[in-house]
């Protein structure tokens, strides 16, 4: 698995559609109405990965196994949701397991599609959805604050710390400061708000490559502090149902797009979360890994399985662009390409890994 994200916004912005179309499937039904989508849909798409197939071709791998985004499309949030409107709370208690939030705003003017607040206005919108998870935020916070202050009250140090953390994120919640930008680790608090955000403007074809008014006012406002997409769901539709990876390049290219959403949401989720890809390759399977930048040797080697963390002795590390060049594992041991590392080395991003363990 690559990482996970839950795609969120009001009614009728187009979550439904841009899921549909970035898992290509047609599992969330995409209706003119509010709350169509009542269970959370989930859906896992291939991360495209061109070094993954050319180090299969070079190994001569029986089988290819990329790793994977999994999207998580919640249903529409609405004023008053973490007070149980419209579908309640229930929902974004789906939004805690994600690993990053897809915040899709509507930016496109269209009136056969209704919008709840009778308007358009992108920075009104998020700002509603903002609220709505801080009040969730809050909520959870009292709670864990009266646990905390118990455990306090018995000299509990962890507890005493933990307690003057909670506090200051509420206090910053209360002033409209989202968790992630209070400055305190609020990991141990597992918050709405501390969940790293990508905004998608979904904006009308025409906007598709240059973006619109209602786009520029949420980069404007919002892009020094999170990414800001903008994606037509309905081009991704229409990109979703083109097979030939030449033929869907040659129709972004016409419409003056140089990546499709999906990339575009896969690359920024990458970035964002501060991902990167290792890879073990053989004979029977070209297999890519995913892991957090910074992560050593033995903790990537955990990722496979625990033994292998457990008991690590080395790895061996062969570059992508060496093993491509020189045709395969064996050829790059004999130009002396291989290198053998320790438990203190920090894995490169495209790393091709070997690990040896201790049963």
């Given at each position: 698995?690559?990482?996970n994200?839950?795609?969120?916004?009001?009614?009728n912005?187009?979550?439904?559609?841009?899921?549909n179309?970035?898992?290509?499937?047609?599992?969330?039904?995409?209706?003119?109405?509010p709350?169509?989508t009542?269970?959370p849909?989930?859906g896992?798409?291939?991360?495209?990965?061109?070094t993954?197939?050319?180090?299969?071709a070079?190994?001569?791998?029986q089988?290819?196994i990329?790793?994977?985004?999994?999207?998580v499309?919640?249903?529409?949030?609405v004023?008053?949701a973490?007070?149980?409107?419209?579908?309640?709370n229930?929902?974004?208690?789906?939004?805690l397991?994600?690993?990053?939030?897809?915040?899709v705003?509507?930016c496109?003017e269209n009136?056969d599609?209704?919008?709840?607040?009778?308007r358009?206005?992108?920075i009104?919108?998020i700002d509603?959805?903002?609220?709505?998870?801080m009040l969730?935020d809050?909520?959870s916070?009292?709670?864990?604050i009266?646990?905390?202050?118990?455990?306090?009250r018995?000299?509990d140090?962890?507890a005493?710390?933990?307690?003057a953390d909670a506090?200051a994120i509420?206090?910053a919640l209360?002033?409209?400061?989202?968790?992630r930008?209070?400055?305190?680790?609020?990991?141990?608090?597992n918050?709405?708000?501390?969940?790293?955000v990508?905004?998608?403007c979904n904006?009308e074809e025409?906007?598709?490559?240059?973006?619109?008014k209602?786009?520029?006012a949420v980069?404007e406002?919002f892009g020094?502090?999170?990414p800001?997409l903008?994606?037509?769901s309905?081009?991704?539709m229409e990109i979703?149902?083109i097979?030939d990876m030449e033929?869907?390049k040659m129709?972004?290219?016409?419409l003056?797009l140089?990546e499709?959403?999906?990339?575009q949401?896969i690359?920024t989720?990458?970035?964002?979360?501060?991902l990167q890809?290792?890879y073990?390759?053989?004979?029977?399977?070209a297999?890519?890994?995913?892991?957090t930048?910074?992560m050593?040797?033995?903790?990537?080697a955990?990722?496979?399985?625990t033994?292998?963390?457990?008991?690590?002795?080395?790895?061996e590390i062969?570059?992508?662009?060496?093993?491509i060049?020189l045709?395969?594992e064996?050829?790059?041991?004999?130009a002396?390409?291989?290198?053998l590392v320790?438990?203190?080395?920090?894995?490169a991003?495209?790393?091709?890994?070997?690990?040896?363990?201790n049963?």
């Open positions: 698995m690559g990482f994200c839950g795609i969120v916004g009001l009614p912005v187009g979550k439904s559609t841009l899921f179309a970035l898992t290509q499937s047609a599992a969330a039904d995409a209706q003119n109405y709350f169509c009542i269970e849909n989930t896992r798409v291939v991360v495209p990965d061109a993954l197939h050319a180090l299969a070079a190994a001569g791998s089988r290819i990329p790793t994977q985004l999994e999207i499309d919640i249903a529409g949030l004023k008053g973490s007070a149980g409107e419209g579908l309640g229930k929902f974004l208690g789906n939004i397991s994600t690993d990053a939030i897809i915040h705003v509507r496109f009136d599609i209704v919008h709840v607040a009778g358009i206005d992108p009104a919108d509603t959805i903002e609220t709505e998870l969730a809050m909520e916070l009292e709670k864990q009266r646990n905390l202050e118990k455990k306090a018995g000299l140090k962890d005493a710390k933990l307690l506090n509420k206090d209360s002033r409209g400061v989202p968790a930008a209070s400055g305190i680790d609020a990991a141990p608090f918050l709405l708000t501390a969940k790293p990508i905004y998608v904006v025409a906007a598709a490559a240059s973006g619109n209602y786009s520029d980069r406002k020094g502090a999170a800001v903008v994606i037509s309905q081009i991704e979703s149902q097979v033929e869907r129709f972004l290219q016409e003056g140089s499709s959403g999906l990339d949401v690359r989720g990458y970035e964002t979360l501060g890809t290792f073990t390759i053989g004979p029977k399977e297999h890519a890994w995913t892991i930048r910074g050593t040797a033995p903790q990537a955990g990722k496979i399985h033994d292998f963390e457990k008991g690590f002795i080395r790895a062969i570059s992508p662009a060496d093993f060049a045709g395969g064996v050829a790059v041991k004999e002396g390409k291989m290198r320790g438990k203190e080395y920090v894995m991003d495209g790393d091709i890994c070997h690990f040896l363990f049963n």
